[in-house]
């Protein structure tokens, strides 16, 4: 079975600075997707980003990006000119790309942006 | 377009009462799914609809849980009788209806499940 884990449950940005939040993965499936949502507080989580497994190319939403490593199993995420909008619970998540549809995710990193 | 719905925010029952949660999906979605995050730990899969069959319920903790969603439209999650350790937050997500990486989950903002 697939799990994700977020080693940090907690970090602190500085507005205007830059933070990455770490997730790591451990799978035997070559072909899967990969995301990381935001949940603000009091509110709906929200797709940040997503990875597709066979693109090299790491993917990048204006100031979110991550870094793919594939072999590593690797998937973190940062997030740059951090914004007091971007304070949220981040979690990182697997998806197999065949099967089943359903989401596994990391316990989740609380973002704190001090301004 | 309105997102997906959930009822209630919140429910604080006893042990061994009933409650019966509510997720409306995205008009149009044929996918639906629920998850629960009990505190501290990660969100994990309970169940996936496609429209009103169960495509994927190989997260369903016990059979003190019952999905339904009759009509493919929305859905109910009955916990009979609830135990403590039921307590957490109840997620719906819904999904358009073709595979792939554009099959993205849009999600409820939860129901919270407190179990005294």
């Known amino acids: 079975a697939q799990t994700v884990t977020q080693s940090q449950p907690e970090m602190s940005v500085q507005e205007a600075e830059t933070v990455t939040l770490s997730c790591t993965y451990d799978?035997?499936?070559?072909?899967?997707?990969l995301f990381w949502y935001k949940q603000p507080p009091s509110r709906q989580m929200i797709l940040v980003i997503r990875?597709?497994?066979?693109?090299?190319q790491n993917a990048t939403e204006n100031r979110f990006s991550v870094n793919f490593q594939k072999a590593a199993k690797s998937f973190s995420l940062k997030i740059s000119d951090s914004q007091l909008g971007d304070a949220a619970m981040y979690f990182c998540?697997?998806?197999?790309?065949?099967?089943?549809?359903?989401?596994?995710f990391g316990k989740g990193t609380k973002l704190t942006v001090n301004p | 377009e309105a997102g997906v719905t959930q009822f209630p925010s919140h429910s604080v029952i006893e042990k061994g009462q009933t409650v019966t949660l509510r997720c409306d999906p995205i008009?149009?979605?044929?996918?639906l799914y629920w998850y629960r995050r009990v505190m501290g730990k990660e969100i994990k899969f309970l169940l996936h609809?496609?429209?009103?069959?169960?495509?994927?319920e190989s997260g369903m903790p016990n059979n003190r849980f019952l999905a339904e969603r009759t009509g493919g439209t929305y859905s109910t999650l009955k916990v009979q009788p609830a135990e403590l350790e039921d307590s957490g937050v109840y997620f719906c997500?819904?999904?358009?209806?073709?595979?792939?990486?554009?099959?993205?989950?849009?999600f409820g903002p939860g129901t919270r499940l407190t179990v005294l």
């Open positions: 008009s149009g979605h044929d996918n």
């Open positions: 997500a819904s999904s358009q209806p073709f595979r792939g990486t554009l099959n993205e989950q849009f």
């Open positions: 609809f496609v429209k009103e069959s169960k495509q994927d």
């Open positions: 990875q597709e497994a066979y693109k090299q």
């Open positions: 799978t035997s499936e070559s072909d899967y997707y």
């Open positions: 998540a697997y998806r197999s790309q065949g099967g089943s549809e359903k989401l596994v």
